[in-house]
């Protein structure tokens, strides 16, 4: 059974970084690209960051010089370094990732940015 699952939330001031990791497990035969979305309150779920299997990366307007996504294919890992973080960057933060050909989530990790 594949599983995702996110560490690396909490609570850190403005301005502040945190950094975000997503690990992958179980048969994994394929894994394909990963990502981060997030929802705030009151707000739709969002894309964060993608990466493909090949590294080409992209992001969200609101965290384009902010936030830098990585991935380890040897790991099966996604990062999320997150940089100058804002208020309004608060939100659950979750990881998918396509594995096998099919789409997977995590359970999500709050990020709470405090001014």
């Known amino acids: 059974q594949v599983q995702l699952v996110e560490s690396g939330g909490g609570l850190v001031q403005a301005g502040g970084s945190l950094r975000l990791s997503c690990a992958a497990s179980?048969?994994?035969?394929?894994?394909?690209?990963m990502g981060w979305y997030r929802q705030g309150p009151g707000k739709q779920r969002e894309v964060v960051a993608f990466?493909?299997?090949?590294?080409?990366?992209n992001y969200a307007d609101s965290v384009k010089e902010r936030f830098t996504i990585s991935r380890d294919n040897a790991k099966n890992t996604v990062s999320l370094e997150m940089n100058s973080l804002k208020a309004e960057d608060t939100a659950v933060y979750y990881c998918?990732?396509?594995?096998?050909?099919?789409?997977?989530w995590g359970q999500g990790t709050q990020v709470t940015v405090s001014s």
């Open positions: 990466i493909s299997i090949g590294g080409s990366t």
């Open positions: 998918t990732a396509v594995i096998n050909g099919r789409t997977y």
């Open positions: 179980g048969s994994i035969f394929r894994l394909s690209g």
